[in-house]
């Protein structure tokens, strides 16, 4: 080609240039690359400083936002920043759940696992959805167990039985190697109830515990009525000891209703 006689020596016999049949097409070709080379973006080598690396991530960062970086465990700054991106929270607070069936405080604690998970907004409310279904079930389960030693507990424990339940539900919970209560017979549970009242000091009414909150079994009441009537102040009729009798009255009436609750009912 006539254009390349004009080459020095070494580049006259160069194959790369024998494909442009004229000078025009090689500046065109050179053109073409250097307008190409201004969008390009040159990789950092294995001996690039943290400088030079960090430029070159800037630079594909600019021109492809929808890449993540690979955060730096070590670095508490891109570790938040990643984690951002993601769609996780600043904060615990953040977190936002419209359900129903956790209390306040549960939910809470929630918020913190979640956050220490690193879970997206997103992905908080179907962890608190399904930690409120687990809940619900719970608490049938528990409801179902109460009923049912309900059934027999009241008959010996009678208006006292919802407080000496409660009592062995915290006792028990107190206690998690013991087991739960929903899966104890009512034998079980009348043994760690007494537990639960001698850890106490409470005095005992013939051998059976007391109710914390002063509810009594149909035979604790039983026992009390015995001693209103035999004490000299009930029924007696000295003015002195009216006002004694009518407290004594009083009390009468409400322990019948804890001595017989089928009646009361």
Known sequence: MEWMDNLPEDLKGDEGLKKFSNVADLAKSYKNLESLSGNSIR????????EDKAAVYKKVMTHMPELTLK??????????EFYSMLGVPEKPEDYTWEGNGLNDEVLSQLKIVGHNAHMTKEQFK???NQMAEM?????????AARLRNGAELKGE???AFEDRYAIVEKYLADRPGLGGIE????????IYYNDAIALTGKPQINSQPASQSGRLTPQEAKARIDEIDNNPAYGSSD???RLEHNKLMMKRVELMRQAYPE???
Not at 71 to 80: A, I, L, N, R
Not at 183 to 190: G, L, Y
């Open 183 to 190: 899966t104890m017979s009512p034998a079980q549970i009348k």
């Open 71 to 80: 955060p730096d465990p070590e670095s508490p700054e891109q570790t938040k």
């Open 239 to 241: 003015p002195t000891q």
């Open 126 to 128: 179907a962890y608190a």
């Open 263 to 265: 009646r009361y009912s």
């Open 157 to 159: 424990w009678g208006m």
């Open 43 to 50: 990789i950092a080598g294995p001996d690039a400083s943290a």
């Open 135 to 143: 809940q619900a079930v719970t608490n049938e389960t528990s409801e």
